[in-house]
Structures are given as C-alpha cells and as structure tokens.
C-alpha cells in the first residue's frame, strides 16, 4: 500500500522561497469565502420578517478517542466540512476517552437551547448503549443522542470511495469479480446489535461492489482480519482488499490495515459523505416522531 500524495497549496511558497504566481489573489479568494460563510451565518438566523430566529440546539460530533495524533486531526476536520455545508449551525466535538475535549466537558460547556449528539461510531455497540447516555445523564436533559453512522447508504459510498482511492478496480471481469472480495474490518464487540450492524454494512457493501465482503474484528469478536483473509483465500478469493470501517486512524485501524494482503483502504475520514451522513443524523434526532395510529373501532 502506498501513501497517496497530498493536494498541492498553490498559495504556499515555491521550493527556491519565490511566491507563487497567483498566491495573494488565492488568499483574497479565501478571505471572500470567509467572509460570505459568515454571513449567511448570521442571515440564516434571522427569519423574513427581520425578527430573529432561535438557534439551532448544537451538533456535537463524539468521537471514541485515539493516542494516534491523526485521529484528532481527522475529526475536526470532519467538524470542518460539517461547519461549511451548515454555516448557522454550532458544531463542536467531545471524546470518549483520550483526547481532549472529552465529552463531559464539552456538555458542561454548553448553553441553551441544546444539543443533538452524533457519535462517529458505526453501529450501537457499548459506548452508544451506556457510555454517551451515562454522560448526558449527569449532564442535563435538553440532550438528544442521534443514532450512530451506520447501517447507512453513505456509509458505504464513503467506504466504496476509500477502497477506489486506495487502488480497487471500478470494473472487474467475470474472471476478476470471481477472484475478488473485500474484508469489511471494524472495531468488534459483543454487542449482538453492533454485530448485526456491522453485518449490515457488508451485506449493503456487497451489492455496491458485486463481489463478497466478509465482516472481520480488530478485538471481541471473531473472525479477525487475518483469519478472514484465510477463509476467503480458501474459496479461491485472491484478490482481497480490507475496506476500513473506522471513523478515524487509530491503533486498530492500522492493524487491521496491516493485516490486508493487498488493497487496505483508509478510513472513513472527512470524506464529504460522512459530513453529509452526520448532518442526516442530526435531523432525524430533532425530526418530530411520527404519530401511532388508534386502531379503528370495530362497527357493529
């Protein structure tokens, strides 16, 4: 696997120290950018009559936590490409555990009307289940959790995106697809409903690829990557990639990585589907639930 190389910034100085040509009227144009982002942010809290609108209740991204330095690096970038397809909207971030903010933190640091939690985790495991509510129990009670990021079909299309940038092919021969499949590589867990989750996720990434994708753990849980790899090599399946179902880099992220004979794809990341899957969780949580229907009484 190598390491794709990262977009050039015009606006940066040349090797030889001589500005580029260009670079002050980049840096004008990103100026503009700010300030138009800034003020559609204001106008869109203000209603048509001029009277001002309430605030939305902020958009909480919580993320797990990782001692890898990219991981905290990948989530407020996420937050960024949150902020810019929703100007008016507070976004901010808590952790889990291991990085700063931690979650308590960022809930005691909030203000009226609110909060909608999205967790960058991938399906209801324990940390959706009792760690989030745990902390907004001893937080306050304006709080709403959304659901977690997958089963989702963005989900997939950013996985389906990673596996073509890390070098899958987007067409295949019937001998190809015959040769092929993807090791769908998550986090794991007891959890019979992150299980099924993720399960989910594989079942829906199969019908995007057309070849089998098998779920496998980094911990908890079983098959591993490894044995995964083996199973699938069994069945004549040589051509396999290892699709990463993490929010961000981290430790098992890498080892599952590791693992991949071939194609290891990166994680989900701030891919520009995920920034639009989070925006979608926030809404359903605010979205009014729908009403039961009364069953019909019985004519005599």
């Known amino acids: 696997m190598t390491a794709s190389n990262p977009p050039r910034d015009e606006s940066q100085p040349s090797p030889g120290g001589?500005?580029?040509q260009g670079a002050h009227l980049d840096?004008?144009?990103?100026?503009m950018d700010r300030i138009t982002s800034q003020l559609g942010s204001r106008l869109g809290?203000?209603?048509m009559n001029g009277s001002r609108r309430p605030a939305p209740p902020a958009l909480v991204l919580v993320a797990h936590g990782s001692r890898d330095p990219r991981a905290l690096s990948t989530v407020r970038a996420l937050a960024e490409r949150v902020r810019e397809l929703r100007p008016h909207l507070p976004?901010?971030?808590g952790h889990i555990e291991l990085n700063e903010p931690l979650l308590p933190d960022t809930l005691a640091a909030l203000g009226d009307p609110g909060a909608v939690l999205v967790p960058l985790l991938v399906s209801r495991g324990h940390h959706v289940k009792r760690d989030i509510p745990e902390a907004v129990a001893a937080a306050r009670t304006d709080i709403r959790i959304a659901a977690p990021l997958g089963p989702h079909p963005l989900l997939v299309e950013t996985l389906y995106a990673r596996l073509v940038e890390a070098g899958w092919r987007t067409t295949l021969s019937d001998g190809g697809r015959r040769a092929s499949a993807v090791v769908l590589a998550a986090a794991g867990s007891r959890d019979r409903d992150s299980a099924g989750g993720t399960r989910r996720i594989a079942e829906l990434l199969a019908?995007?690829?057309d070849v089998p994708v098998v779920p496998a753990y980094a911990s908890a849980a079983a098959p591993t990557v490894s044995e995964a790899v083996r199973a699938l090599a069994a069945r004549g399946r040589h051509r396999i990639a290892v699709a990463s179902c993490f929010a961000a880099p981290g430790r098992f992220a890498t080892e599952c990585a590791e693992a991949a004979p071939g194609i290891a794809a990166a994680p989900l990341g701030a891919h520009p589907a995920m920034a639009r899957l989070v925006l979608h969780r926030y809404d359903q949580a605010l979205a009014p639930a729908e009403p039961i229907a009364?069953?019909?009484l019985a004519t005599a």
């Not at 840096?27 to 100026?31: F, K, Y």
């Open 45 to 47: 809290l203000v209603s």
């Open 18 to 20: 001589r500005p580029l």
């Open 27 to 31: 840096s004008t144009a990103q100026l």
């Open 294 to 296: 009364e069953p019909a």
């Open 91 to 93: 976004v901010h971030l």
């Open 207 to 209: 019908e995007r690829l």
